[in-house]
């Protein structure tokens, strides 16, 4: 009995952080209820649209990253990019449900540079920032382009 109860929370588990996806409102309905703010350049939420910011298909895990960050940074976080098409492609993409991308702020970008190890240049010239958990921090032009590819 008890190997299957093992089977059991080692698969809820695992599809917690790997397999589980939030449709855009109940992202939504989470981000808003941690205080975190969403924007998008043209005012919707349609995935196939790149002016459009939306949390359709992403993964639970960088919903859980995200509040977290929000608790622990304490500072105004706004949401500019989701799973909308425009991203670059990948296995850890946005579309795939792996990226999320933030506002610059003086709060949140003295919080990533202070408490995340610095890891360099990323191609397009963006600095890095990695935290204990693995998650990456790219500081680009007008954004943070966050990747949570492990648990908070």
Do not use: P
């Not at 109940?26 to 939420?45: E, F």
């Not at 895990?61 to 989701?82: E, H, M, P, W, Y």
């Not at 600095?127 to 943070?144: F, L």
Request: positive net charge.
């Amino acid at each position: 009995m008890w190997i299957v109860s093992f089977i059991f929370i080692s698969a809820t588990v695992l599809d917690a952080v790997i397999g589980c996806k939030h449709t855009h409102s109940a992202a939504l309905s989470q981000i808003k209820s941690a205080g975190i703010r969403i924007s998008s350049s043209g005012g919707c939420s349609d995935r196939k649209r790149s002016k459009c910011t939306s949390l359709e298909q992403i993964n639970c895990n960088a919903i859980d990253c995200l509040k977290v960050l929000k608790n622990s940074s304490r500072c105004q976080i706004t949401v500019t990019g989701g799973t909308e098409v425009g991203h670059a492609a990948g296995t850890l993409s946005h579309y795939n449900g792996y990226k999320i991308d933030v506002s610059l702020n003086k709060c949140i970008n003295s919080y990533i540079t202070s408490k995340f190890h610095s890891i360099g240049k990323r191609r397009d010239g963006a600095d890095q920032y990695e935290a204990s958990s693995g998650n990456v921090y790219a500081k680009e032009r007008n954004h943070w382009d966050i990747t949570f590819i492990a648990n908070c």
